[in-house]
């Protein structure tokens, strides 16, 4: 038996396997396959189960010597070292919907939420703020994307009086270069 290999019994072989059908976890159901996958008769290399499983070599190492020390316990998710997101699914969910809504119907004076707009307004809500690139990144993260408005002055203008002026423009331009425009 080569030192990349493992033996299995039959009764750890059913453990396993329970375990692994068990478990909702992502993490301990990838651990449980890549020791039965290690198993000596089944003929796979570290290489081939880090490609099958998308993990590294050093990640089948220490799950394996995790295995051989701990037994299942050993395959189980571990806490993961350092700060815990702030990023709750509440605000996820708040983002999502203060986004999909028009500003105006918040009671705002403005029409189009900006970063720094919609950072302001979650942190009434949610009591949490953060940079403006983060807030973009968790935009994308949740598929949308970020456009610049386009300013204009349509609907805040004299409609009858620009057109007057458009069609005035229009005559002007047509007229020849030396010609002396006459009062409307």
Request: hydrophobic share 35%; proline share 4%.
């Amino acid at each position: 038996m080569s030192a990349g290999r493992m033996r299995i019994s039959s009764q750890a072989w059913e453990a396993l396997d329970a375990f692994r059908f068990s478990t909702s976890s992502k993490i301990e159901f990838r651990n449980a396959t890549l020791v039965l996958m290690s198993h000596y008769s089944l003929g796979h290399t570290k290489t081939s189960i880090a490609r099958e499983l998308g993990c590294s070599i050093s990640t089948i190492d220490l799950i394996r010597a995790r295995y051989r020390k701990e037994g299942i316990d050993g395959l189980r998710e571990k806490s993961r070292p350092g700060r815990v997101p702030r990023v709750t699914a509440a605000y996820r969910k708040a983002l999502r919907q203060t986004v999909q809504t028009l500003p105006a119907s918040l009671g705002y004076g403005f029409t189009v939420w900006s970063i720094p707009r919609l950072n302001a307004h979650l942190k009434k809500i949610t009591t949490l703020s953060f940079s403006d690139g983060h807030l973009t990144r968790l935009l994308h993260e949740e598929g949308f994307s970020l456009q610049r408005p386009k300013h204009t002055t349509k609907g805040k203008r004299d409609e009858e009086a620009y057109q007057k002026a458009a069609t005035r423009l229009e005559r002007l331009k047509k007229r020849p270069s030396g010609a002396m425009p006459t009062s409307s």
